[in-house]
């Protein structure tokens, strides 16, 4: 992989996992079109998810930290029951990375159909939430129950080209979860599940640069933790402002490309 390559990977990672348009479904993409090469892949897409999630956690920070001391206060609070809800939310995901993982895998093989597809439900998901449709009454913290519909969302968007916030956030918009703290309930749920992740896929040997040089490696992920800062900040924003409906365009844009790509290669 030469380094530009990797910087453009970096890049499209940063942005799009936060932003409502899919990190694995544009990673495919790029990928295909960049004519990067399947081996040693799996070891950058890892490190690259480190690098957004490494930025996460500063971009949230004041929150990750009050988090931690309610919890560490060892009583019942409010910082505990969140964190309760985040574990809860855990645990779709969990049961299929457990029971799917090797299935899944078999996905990310550069599918623009499914891909193309699965960007056109994050569009719909996305139009929904700018049509301003409530099932439930406003709420301005996550329940259990909004707490697990975002975790079934999470899990289901491990396909690529379904993007995870934009699934979660919508998931939470729909059950009543007022806009900030839908994202930022997002952005949070996700730490656990992919921290986990990387560090079992470092330990049983997947994660490896032996394919890569350092540069182009190093470049790739730096570039991965700056975009991502500043796209989690900045989707913050822009959830609170209520303007999903231009990724939802842009969704059904790209996914649109992705399809006809798909029909013409065939």
């Not at 999630?53 to 969140?82: D, H």
């Not at 995901?93 to 960007?119: E, I, R, S, W």
């Not at 992740?197 to 540069?215: K, R, V």
Request: aromatic fraction near 12%.
């Amino acid at each position: 992989m030469e380094t530009w390559q990797a910087i453009v990977l970096g890049l499209i990672q940063g942005l799009t996992e936060f932003l409502p348009v899919s990190s694995s479904g544009h990673l495919e993409l790029a990928r295909v079109f960049l004519g990067v090469e399947e081996g040693g892949n799996l070891s950058f897409v890892i490190a690259l998810h480190g690098a957004t999630v490494l930025s996460t956690i500063v971009a949230l920070w004041s929150e990750i930290w009050q988090l931690l001391r309610g919890l560490f206060a060892f009583r019942w609070n409010w910082q505990t029951e969140y964190v309760a809800k985040i574990v809860l939310s855990m645990l779709p995901v969990a049961l299929v990375g457990f029971f799917l993982k090797d299935y899944l895998d078999t996905l990310f093989t550069g599918n623009l159909l499914l891909v193309g597809t699965m960007l056109m439900l994050t569009a719909l998901l996305l139009w929904l939430t700018g049509r301003r449709i409530q099932l439930y009454r406003i709420r301005h913290q996550p329940t259990y129950a909004i707490a697990l519909g975002m975790g079934v969302a999470q899990a289901v968007a491990v396909l690529p080209g379904l993007s995870r916030s934009g699934a979660t956030i919508a998931t939470g918009i729909l059950m009543g979860l007022d806009r900030p703290k839908a994202a930022q309930f997002s952005f949070l749920m996700v730490l656990p599940p992919i921290i986990g992740m990387n560090l079992l896929d470092i330990f049983d040997g997947s994660f490896t640069t032996d394919a890569f040089q350092a540069l182009p490696f190093l470049s790739g992920v730096a570039t991965a933790f700056v975009t991502g800062f500043i796209a989690c900040r900045w989707m913050l924003s822009l959830v609170r402002r209520g303007r999903l409906i231009w990724f939802a365009l842009y969704c059904a844009l790209v996914g649109g490309v992705a399809i006809v790509a798909a029909f013409l290669n065939a």
